[in-house]
């Protein structure tokens, strides 16, 4: 019988209801009241709005103050969580690129919780270059006479357009006006600069003559971009950045080499050729040489300057340089980062980045095969170990299938998209790839410590 007393709307639960009850009660501990109250005004007026749509929710209040709770729950939990990166992309982008070695780490914990010498001369008690700290790092990798830092390369380029190239032209060839991804498109970022792109060339050949035919009295620079996330293959000619350098002598115009993802020591001899090391720029005779601090370098996020004295002081006297300087944490974990180059050997084997790009595929096979063992003891997982590729990642080596191990997962009736959503769900959160019917777990970027979590997490997923 539908009578007055049966309209659903009196069947809601009453907000003060929700609020005395056990979950809500405890949620109060855990968040600020005013939030509690409005969860649960939330949660009834969503039964509300079921009802007017002629839905038939759970109006049982329990359940109610549970969801409610929950909810406040998920809304109050920090947007970042940790991820084990399964991926076998050392430099993915979307988790972050590098991961910073323990003693960048903590000096920028260090810097963080406290007080430092920022722009302060402890000697003299007068005030300095919070650049002070990187310079004579960057100076050392690269071999140059000057240095500075900003917050990545694209704001390294820009303020370099800017301070050498302003109202003036820029010559670039038309087969290196890359895109690097995040809207980082040569052109675009020439035009903010306020310098003129003059480009030259196809994008297949371009020649040294196709340059000097542009240099004019109003060319400022000759830029070379590294081409760092395509190559340009087949009927191909460039002109070399030693080539550009005596063309620039020539003309009297700065060069500028953008190379990218800064390699600070040689990996070709682990099977990553073609990346630039960013002495070999300076060696040149680049005027300048510009490149990131969380690709091949394994520090954070910084764009690294380096190259001669009166263009790096054109570069800090900009005003840009105001809005483009790094903060204390990633000047911190920046410097700390460029001492462990002080012993190359030891900066490859102990900067995540680099000796997770060098380790070699025996030790990722034995590595894959000992945790395959592993998860293949938790109930309804079975596990086998293939052969397969990864790439580098963070517009590095775009052509360089670097030979890996795989885990190629599976769980018993559950489907291989469904496993990696709870996979990406669980804490930590665990991002893997899917192919094939399976997840294929990569341990190249995973770190030794974080495999029981990892192990933990395929379990939960299994459940
Ligand atoms: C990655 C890259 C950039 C952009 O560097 P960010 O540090 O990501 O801003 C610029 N130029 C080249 C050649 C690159 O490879």
Do not use: W
């Amino acid at each position: 019988m539908a009578g007055m007393g049966d309209h659903p709307f009196r069947r809601l639960p009453a907000v003060a209801k929700l609020l005395d009850l056990p979950p809500l009660a405890a949620a109060r501990d855990r968040h600020p009241p005013a939030a509690v109250a409005d969860a649960a005004r939330a949660e009834v007026d969503a039964l509300r709005a079921a009802l007017a749509a002629g839905a038939a929710p759970d109006l049982d209040p329990f359940a109610a103050a549970e969801r409610a709770a929950a909810r406040l729950d998920a809304d109050a939990a920090p947007r970042f969580r940790p991820v084990i990166n399964a991926t076998g992309v050392v430099l993915h982008t979307n988790l972050g690129r590098s991961a910073l070695h323990e003693e960048a780490a903590r000096a920028a914990a260090d810097a963080a919780r406290g007080y430092l010498n920022l722009e302060l001369d402890l000697a003299t008690g007068k005030r300095s270059s919070r650049q002070d700290a990187v310079r004579a790092g960057v100076r050392a990798i690269t071999g140059a006479e000057a240095a500075t830092a900003v917050n990545n390369c694209a704001a390294a380029t820009v303020i370099v357009l800017r301070a050498v190239a302003a109202g003036k032209e820029v010559v670039v060839s038309r087969g290196q006006l890359i895109e690097i991804g995040g809207g980082f498109r040569i052109p675009d970022i020439m035009a903010v600069s306020g310098a003129t792109l003059r480009e030259v060339g196809t994008t297949n050949i371009t020649r040294a003559a196709d340059y000097e035919a542009a240099v004019g009295p109003n060319t400022a620079a000759l830029m070379r971009v590294h081409t760092s996330n395509y190559r340009v293959r087949g009927f191909t000619k460039s002109v070399d950045l030693p080539q550009l350098v005596e063309l620039g002598r020539k003309h009297r115009v700065a060069v500028i080499d953008d190379a990218g993802s800064g390699q600070a020591v040689d990996l070709a001899a682990f099977g990553l050729p073609g990346e630039p090391l960013v002495s070999a720029g300076i060696a040149a005779g680049a005027d300048l040489v510009l490149f990131s601090g969380d690709k091949l370098l394994g520090g954070p996020q910084a764009g690294l300057i380096a190259g001669r004295a009166d263009l790096i002081q054109r570069v800090e006297r900009d005003p840009l340089m105001r809005a483009f300087r790094l903060d204390k944490m990633t000047l911190a974990a920046l410097e700390a980062t460029l001492r462990l180059y002080r012993d190359p050997a030891r900066a490859v084997r102990e900067i995540p980045t680099l000796r997770m790009l060098t380790t070699p595929p025996a030790e990722l096979r034995r590595r894959a095969e000992a945790f395959a063992a592993r998860l293949r003891e938790v109930p309804r997982v079975a596990a086998e170990v293939r052969d397969d590729v990864a790439y580098v990642g963070g517009g590095s080596l775009p052509d360089v299938a670097v030979p890996t191990s795989v885990i190629a997962v599976s769980v018993e009736g559950v489907g291989e998209g469904e496993v990696a959503a709870r996979l990406r769900a669980g804490s930590p959160a665990v991002v893997g790839r899917v192919a094939d019917g399976r997840v294929l777990l990569d341990l190249r970027a995973v770190f030794e410590r974080d495999e029981d979590a990892l192990l933990r997490a395929v379990a939960a997923a299994a459940r």
